[in-house]
């Protein structure tokens, strides 16, 4: 009877933390939240254009920052840090990445809208090369989680950050295939499921999955250069 109370009382801290870590990235971007739900309801294409393109201007400001303030939180469980104080540390992060997130959120929000608009006119015209930009746009999701990844992890230059994380976007692609699978599942309960996740679990949960497999594929390779932990990824 101990144990099963021990073990619900982890199960019962765990949703604590998850849920807190996720209203707060949702409260940081509730005017992205907005725009999306004015995006579902938008009936003309003008409309949604706009809109679009507002959430495109606002996401370098908003949405990358809050989004690396939860995966700074959520580097801290994987490496075994479980108690740290959630609001404060997430605040923190916020706080110390919002520059080079800023700076980065300006680079993957440009490759996004290239991506978009060249998808959604391939798409019209050639259903094999639609097939190639789709591939291509899985590669984009690999990276722009690993860059949040490499964000909140190392301590490299911003323009070293982005070589980076292009590059462990390649590498070991069982991991990648698991990680994207990982969050298309996520994302898929939540959107068609239970969309009560949204707003309190999918967000971390997909930095949860992320992370762990960027950290996974950080670990091999400094196993395999034999590099010391500790020197992060100066050698990368």
């Given at each position: 009877?101990?144990?099963?109370?021990?073990g619900l009382n982890?199960?019962?801290?765990?949703?604590?933390?998850?849920?807190?870590?996720?209203?707060?990235?949702?409260?940081?971007?509730?005017?992205?939240?907005?725009?999306?739900?004015?995006?579902?309801?938008?009936?003309?294409?003008?409309?949604?254009?706009?809109?679009?393109?507002?959430?495109?201007?606002?996401?370098?400001?908003?949405?990358?920052?809050?989004?690396?303030?939860?995966?700074?939180?959520?580097?801290?469980?994987?490496?075994?840090?479980?108690?740290?104080?959630?609001?404060?540390?997430?605040?923190?992060?916020?706080?110390?990445?919002?520059?080079?997130?800023l700076c980065g959120?300006i680079v993957f929000?440009?490759?996004?809208?290239?991506?978009?608009?060249?998808?959604?006119?391939?798409?019209?015209?050639?259903?094999?090369?639609?097939?190639?930009?789709?591939?291509?746009?899985?590669?984009?999701?690999?990276?722009?989680?690993?860059?949040?990844?490499?964000?909140?992890?190392?301590?490299?230059?911003?323009?070293?950050?982005?070589?980076?994380?292009?590059?462990?976007?390649?590498?070991?692609?069982?991991?990648?295939?698991?990680?994207?699978?990982?969050?298309?599942?996520?994302?898929?309960?939540?959107?068609?499921?239970?969309?009560?996740?949204?707003?309190?679990?999918?967000?971390?949960?997909?930095?949860?999955?992320?992370?762990?497999?960027?950290?996974?594929?950080?670990?091999?390779?400094?196993?395999?250069?034999?590099?010391?932990?500790?020197?992060?990824?100066?050698?990368?």
């Open positions: 009877m101990t144990e099963m109370m021990s982890r199960v019962f801290e765990w949703v604590m933390r998850l849920s807190v870590i996720n209203i707060l990235w949702v409260l940081f971007n509730i005017p992205i939240c907005y725009l999306l739900l004015s995006l579902l309801l938008a009936d003309d294409l003008s409309v949604a254009f706009t809109i679009i393109l507002t959430i495109a201007v606002l996401s370098p400001f908003l949405f990358f920052p809050a989004t690396t303030a939860m995966f700074g939180v959520v580097r801290k469980w994987v490496m075994g840090e479980t108690d740290v104080p959630l609001v404060k540390s997430y605040w923190g992060f916020y706080k110390e990445n919002y520059v080079r997130s959120g929000t440009l490759l996004w809208i290239i991506w978009g608009f060249d998808f959604y006119y391939f798409s019209q015209v050639n259903v094999f090369i639609s097939s190639l930009f789709l591939a291509a746009g899985l590669f984009l999701i690999l990276f722009t989680l690993s860059f949040f990844s490499n964000t909140v992890h190392s301590e490299l230059t911003f323009v070293t950050s982005i070589k980076n994380s292009f590059f462990l976007s390649l590498v070991y692609p069982i991991t990648n295939i698991l990680m994207l699978i990982g969050v298309a599942v996520i994302l898929y309960i939540s959107l068609t499921m239970f969309t009560f996740l949204l707003p309190f679990f999918t967000g971390t949960l997909i930095a949860l999955i992320s992370f762990t497999g960027y950290y996974q594929k950080m670990n091999k390779i400094l196993a395999n250069k034999k590099v010391n932990p500790e020197e992060k990824q100066a050698e990368l």
